[in-house]
């Protein structure tokens, strides 16, 4: 179900057609593609122009997004490299921003084909950091998976070796255990790349939340799972909300806009310990998410089938072959959508 309680405003599209469009304040960019490795000159372009338009994957139908409001985009990427050279253009509109950037590792299993050696990722993400601020960059080792010889204590060794790389340059481990099963596609994708998996019963999940609660807390981070139901407090792991109202009063306070969307329900100081409770805003849960996905409203503008990482266990993808026509068609496209109608 998606939030209806966007502005709705009247925009002119490519073609010269006075059309309605929503005006989110929060845009995520995206949930659906990793958008600043592979459309970075799309985002760049129609933000200058004003508007988008995101395509229905069920039912094919477009609607017109405009970022007249808009006042934060939160970023998911496993690759911001080439991006990371426009952050000027946000900075100059005066645009709140922050990162939700994926640092696994999975080399030796061969699940991400698609992107640069672990240590040029582990570089990328600590100049980002030194770029925006380590609050801004926010580290998900996302999913764990139990697949090929990986092992519940060589998978918290992975999260051990890269959080010691990134001590110091960012605030928070995110994490979720892979649900293999209810992927159909994925399943077929780890069978033909003759990948063996393991899902995570709750004892192993448990294990798994011990251990990352320790090296947390080694390294000075706070850990959370994400869209994960299971309570994993008693480790010092509570649920995330990847679009984050209280990160957001902490870092964007400034922002009168944003604040009267927020609606915080205490007085703002900018200091985040001065804010009681666990939600420190009166922003509306985000309808479309699951029942365990914390985050706020957000508009979403990225498309399935348009990422070229082809990682083992993405759910976003159906084949390859789709996946590169779309590819194909956004390289130099900067029409209103990323994919073809």
């Not at 122009?49 to 007249?68: C, D, E, L, R």
């Not at 030194?130 to 609050?135: A, L, Q, S, V």
């Not at 959370?224 to 990847?242: A, F, M, Q, V, W």
């Amino acid at each position: 179900m998606a939030f209806k309680g966007w502005d709705r405003i009247q925009i002119t599209s490519d073609n010269g057609q006075t059309v309605s469009a929503i005006a989110p304040v929060i845009i995520s960019a995206s949930r659906a593609t990793d958008l600043p490795a592979f459309h970075w000159k799309w985002f760049f372009h129609r933000l200058n122009i004003g508007h988008a338009a995101w395509v229905n994957p069920f039912n094919k139908t477009k609607q017109y997004v405009s970022f007249s409001k808009a006042r934060v985009f939160v970023f998911w990427t496993k690759n911001p490299s080439i991006f990371m050279k426009d952050l000027d253009e946000l900075n100059k509109r005066n645009i709140n921003y922050y990162f939700q950037f994926t640092l696994n590792d999975y080399e030796t299993e061969g699940l991400e084909p698609g992107i640069p050696p672990l240590q040029k990722r582990i570089d990328t993400f600590k100049s980002l950091s030194d770029t925006i601020g380590k609050e801004r960059v926010i580290w998900r080792f996302d999913p764990l998976i139990l697949v090929g010889g990986i092992t519940h204590d060589a998978l918290l060794d992975k999260v051990h070796r890269i959080g010691l790389e990134l001590k110091g340059y960012t605030e928070k481990l995110v994490f979720s255990f892979a649900d293999i099963g209810n992927y159909k596609k994925v399943i077929a994708s780890l069978n033909k790349a003759k990948l063996q998996h393991r899902e995570f019963t709750e004892d192993l999940m448990v294990q798994m939340g011990s251990g990352i609660g320790k090296i947390a807390k080694e390294l000075s981070l706070d850990a959370c799972t994400c869209g994960e139901g299971l309570d994993l407090s008693p480790y010092g792991i509570s649920h995330n909300k990847c679009i984050d109202d209280d990160l957001m009063i902490r870092l964007f306070s400034h922002d009168d806009q944003l604040m009267n969307f927020l609606n915080p329900t205490t007085q703002l100081t900018g200091i985040m310990d001065s804010i009681p409770g666990p939600t420190a805003s009166n922003a509306p849960k985000d309808p479309g998410q699951r029942k365990e996905c914390g985050c706020i409203v957000s508009k979403d503008i990225g498309q399935y089938d348009t990422c070229g990482h082809f990682c083992q266990y993405c759910y976003a993808n159906k084949n390859k072959n789709i996946v590169r026509k779309n590819l194909t068609f956004a390289r130099g496209h900067m029409g209103e959508t990323i994919v073809p109608l």
